[in-house]
């Protein structure tokens, strides 16, 4: 079964030809990103536009890669939310399009699933139950993956997301988008400990999260620090706030194993390309004989790949194509 997934729901045109929800054949990322640091944000029409313009050259490119031709694809997926409504549609009307013209299914995938399956692609002997942190420039959810088709988000941001806190943190230091590597490259080089953040755990047992303090502890660091005419030791500042923010995924991440007795932590979605999240999450799984899964750093960001081994697993590869499939922009995790 060979799937021609697309996404395209932020800022990177993807397409990606996937086997058997595990094989990836190609997996070919337009990046947006350079376009996008020039506003220091993604800006929607311009993405729609790009995605647009580049969609057709991303997938001919996708075929070439996999050495194939329309004839040997099975069925197309898509990202069908959450995300930009615009570019969204792009990928959805492609994805339409072209299984109307070819008379193969056609299947809706969300977004967050496909960061959730991303890591089937490198970890063959890797099934369900197991417990997923998405964090992403979007999202963060701890999500409960009893089966294939069975997620219950248990816990998700109540105001920024971790991705944004970061690039939101990157910005204030003058450092461009998207800010979330620049401030890994920098703390690496800073002490943690040098400044206590608040650390937010919301009630007790809650795995909700909240980072919006921590991000405007930083930013009233910063402004008091310059009202005193004192320098700002960067790096000490990136270093110290990634460790906050880190202390509550790996503590929320444990509880949620814990509580719900399951041994396994599949990490996804772009803010776990972060390597101290990583280095922090491999320890402490370790240290309570928990299996670790974090794909690479390719497999964590935004990419067609995901959509295509997600496909595999929670669609319906015999429907024929509901050309009536919309972008949802708010969509939510729905069990099929
Ligand atoms: O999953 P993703 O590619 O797009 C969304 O669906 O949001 O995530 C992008 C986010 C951005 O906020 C970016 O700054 C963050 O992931 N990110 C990182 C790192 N690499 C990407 N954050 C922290 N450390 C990194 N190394
Ligand atoms: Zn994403």
Redesign the pocket.
Known sequence: MKILAIET????TSVAIVADGRHILANQIYSQIDIHKLYGGVVPEIASRNHLAKISQVIDSALMAARLGFADIDAIAVTNGP?LVGALLVGVNYAKTLAYALGKPLIAVH??VG?IFAALAEYSALKPPFICLV?????TQLVVVEDYRKLTVIGTTRDD????A??KV?RSLGLP?????????LAKRGDGTAIHFKRSYLEKDSYDFSFSGIKSGVLNYINQQRQKGLTIDEADLAASF?EAVVDVLVDKSLMALNNYKMDSLVL??????????RARLTAATAQNGIALYAPS?KL????AAMIGCAAYYVGDTKKSADLALNAVPSLTIANQ
Do not use: F, K, M, W
């Open positions: 729901s932020c800022d990177e995300g977004h967050i960061h964090a992403s420039g979007g999202h997301a971790v991705g944004e970061y690039d990157a988008y998207p800010g979330g590597p620049q401030i890994d490259a990634q996804a979605g772009g803010v776990a390309a972060n390597s101290r999240l750093l964590c960001t935004d990419n």
